[in-house]
């Protein structure tokens, strides 16, 4: 199914999502990053070239301040060109990328293991259009095995996705991450939130469900990951809270 530009809403304001039996022929070459902290793998942008991001950063309080995502490693060799590889797939034929990804996908479940099949959404960068949403909202479609987590401070490309296309699958949760450090869960959008904290000392009771990955690494163990937390993949846990590094 053609991705539809979000220029064409006026003339076709509903698009259904595809089904499996639209998958066409793999044209892409995906890579993904394998992390040790989260239980499989996600799939990464530069960080520079968030477009809500961008802004944010420059603002002291903000949770994108000092991004960790700016520094270092992401910044210089492979792990830069690997971001900007796919940043390039992105910004050719949504439909190839969304169709190879469903291609990429169906052939790891063979070998996946149950507790092994949640994907997360960019640990560095975020969402670039509404139609690269609707195609992530298609891959989730497609793949019902996979649980997939979405953290994004594009409000206002996830509130036209709504008017447009409605409800995300099931198995695709979408977070609205909140703008500043400390600041409260909104349900404006009417999605499960992320929220960062500086402390969770006193954090105020509405930031529930501090990740325990973060709060491992906030007192100093070496061992900071998922371990068998799956509540950001949850919807049911209305907000996450996550400490400031």
Not at 141 to 163: D, N
Request: with cysteine; charged share 25%.
């Amino acid at each position: 199914m053609r991705i539809t530009n979000t220029k064409e809403k006026e003339s076709k304001m509903r698009m259904e999502l595809v089904t499996v039996d639209d998958v066409k022929a793999n044209k892409i070459t995906i890579k993904t990053s394998q992390t040790t902290k989260m239980p499989w793998e996600s799939w990464d942008l530069p960080a520079w070239l968030c477009k809500t991001g961008g802004k944010l950063v420059k603002i002291k309080g903000s949770i994108c301040h000092g991004c960790y995502a700016l520094k270092g490693r992401y910044i210089f060799g492979r792990k830069k060109t690997a971001d900007l590889a796919r940043m390039e797939q992105i910004g050719g034929n949504l439909e190839e990328w969304q169709d190879s990804f469903i291609e990429y996908f169906k052939g790891k479940l063979k070998r996946l293991k149950q507790e092994k099949r949640y994907f997360r959404w960019f640990t560095s960068g975020d969402l670039q259009s509404v139609d690269m949403l609707l195609a992530i909202a298609n891959i989730a479609k497609a793949v019902p095995e996979i649980k997939f987590w979405l953290p994004s401070k594009e409000h206002g490309m996830i509130r036209e996705y709504q008017s447009l296309y409605g409800e995300f699958p099931d198995n695709l949760i979408v977070r609205a991450s909140m703008f500043m450090v400390d600041q409260v869960p909104s349900s404006g959008l009417g999605l499960p939130t992320s929220t960062v904290i500086s402390t969770p000392v006193n954090a105020d009771i509405r930031h529930e469900n501090v990740c325990p990955a973060s709060l491992r690494s906030f007192t100093g163990e070496s061992e900071a990951n998922c371990q068998d937390c799956r509540k950001c993949w949850d919807k049911d846990y209305k907000n996450v809270a996550y400490i400031y590094h």
